[in-house]
């Protein structure tokens, strides 16, 4: 069991900053990797980027390379989503994952690899 809470969204005009925080708690942090995932209005929820149990090993979305960073903080069991020069598209209820499987290449861009999901958080980007 983990619980995941997900906090940072807000309203942000285009090519400002949000980082996103998700604090996990009930068991040991660092025997899950973590993903986050975001979903727009009428859409799919879709991967944005995932960080292994170690926090040495990365992977984002194509459209977020270079502006948004994932990183984990095994002390304070975070992991927080740094996300710099914000687009209107990129408007979306965020979520945060967790998952404890074995990892093989591609995995953890699957919703399906992670056991549990924090509620949410809204991010607006205005144009």
């Known amino acids: 069991q983990v619980q995941l809470v997900e906090s940072g969204g807000g309203l942000v005009q285009a090519g400002g900053s949000l980082r996103l925080s998700c604090a996990a708690s009930?068991?040991?942090?660092?025997?899950?990797?973590m993903g986050w995932f975001r979903q727009a209005p009428g859409k799919e929820r879709e991967f944005v980027s995932a960080?292994?149990?170690?926090?040495?090993?990365?992977d984002y979305k194509d459209s977020v390379k270079g502006r948004f960073t994932i990183s984990r903080d095994l002390a304070k069991n975070t992991v927080y989503l740094q996300m710099n020069s914000l687009k209107p598209e990129d408007t979306a209820v965020y979520y945060c994952?967790?998952?404890?499987?074995?990892?093989?290449?591609?995995?953890?861009?699957?919703?399906?690899?992670?056991?549990?999901w924090g509620q949410g958080t809204q991010v607006t980007v205005s144009s």
């Open positions: 994952a967790a998952g404890d499987g074995r990892i093989y290449s591609g995995r953890h861009r699957l919703e399906a690899s992670y056991d549990y």
């Open positions: 960080v292994s149990r170690s926090g040495g090993n990365t």
């Open positions: 009930g068991r040991i942090f660092s025997n899950y990797f």
